[in-house]
T-cell receptor, first 110, second 114 residues
Framework: GESVGLHLPTLSVQEGDNSIINCAYSNSASDYFIWYKQESGKGPQFIIDIRSNMDKRQGQRVTVLLNKTVKHLSLQIAATQPGDSAVYFCAENSGYALNFGKGTSLLVTP | GAVVSQHPSRVICKSGTSVKIECRSLDFQATTMFWYRQFPKQSLMLMATSNEGSKATYEQGVEKDKFLINHASLTLSTLTVTSAHPEDSSFYIC??????????FGQGTRLTVV
């Protein structure tokens, strides 16, 4: 799995702007990826997923891009809102378990 | 989506005592349940995977005698932290899934050992 840092990287964006959160994964055999949102003191909440046979998937205000060549995943949030402030994790499917990335703290300012 | 209920949401216990955390899948059968631990400002670290009716598989570095996991039914898994110490204070999160379908997470349990 990935190493865990002492501090989460933070992305600060203005309300209404688009946000892009990036994630690198390590296992080239992973075939399923998920983005989760975690608010303080709560469990992770599913946002969007993508399988390895796709390179892009869109949801409501969110888009996930997968680049298998460089093992990179990104989450794009359109028209970011204050309620989007949270920590975002990517996760890769490893067998039946999910392995989580380090996470990025998204702070939306008015 | 499906609901996974975790109880208690917060618990404070004395050093040396044991604490049990429950994880229930309310509207689906969880063939596999996972337990994660999360320290402040860090990611979720997988502790163990349990399949209903089988012994749990622990990740490297996780003491199976300290973190007892029971998955006796398709809707309930428990994690017991035995002889808890202050360094066990953490946020514990369970996850449940039916085979390889979407995994659903509980709301987490904040354990504080004093």
């Amino acid at each position: 799995g990935e190493s865990v840092g002492l501090h989460l990287p933070t992305l600060s964006v203005q309300e209404g702007d688009n946000s892009i959160i990036n994630c690198a994964y390590s296992n080239s055999a992973s075939d399923y990826f998920i983005w989760y949102k975690q608010e303080s003191g709560k469990g992770p909440q599913f946002i969007i997923d993508i399988r390895s046979n796709m390179d892009k998937r869109q949801g409501q205000r969110v888009t996930v891009l997968l680049n298998k060549t460089v093992k990179h995943l990104s989450l794009q949030i359109a028209a970011t809102q204050p309620g989007d402030s949270a920590v975002y994790f990517c996760a890769e499917n490893s067998g039946y378990a999910l392995n989580f990335g380090k996470g990025t703290s998204l702070l939306v300012t008015p | 989506g499906a609901v996974v209920s975790q109880h208690p949401s917060r618990v404070i216990c004395k050093s040396g005592t044991s604490v049990k955390i429950e994880c229930r899948s309310l509207d689906f059968q969880a063939t596999t349940m996972f337990w994660y631990r999360q320290f402040p400002k860090q990611s979720l670290m997988l502790m163990a995977t349990s399949n209903e009716g089988s012994k749990a598989t622990y990740e490297q570095g996780v003491e199976k005698d300290k973190f007892l996991i029971n998955h006796a039914s398709l809707t309930l898994s428990t994690l017991t932290v035995t002889s808890a110490h202050p360094e066990d204070s953490s946020f514990y999160i369970c996850s449940a899934r039916y085979w390889d379908t979407e995994a659903f997470f509980g709301q987490g349990t904040r354990l504080t050992v004093v």
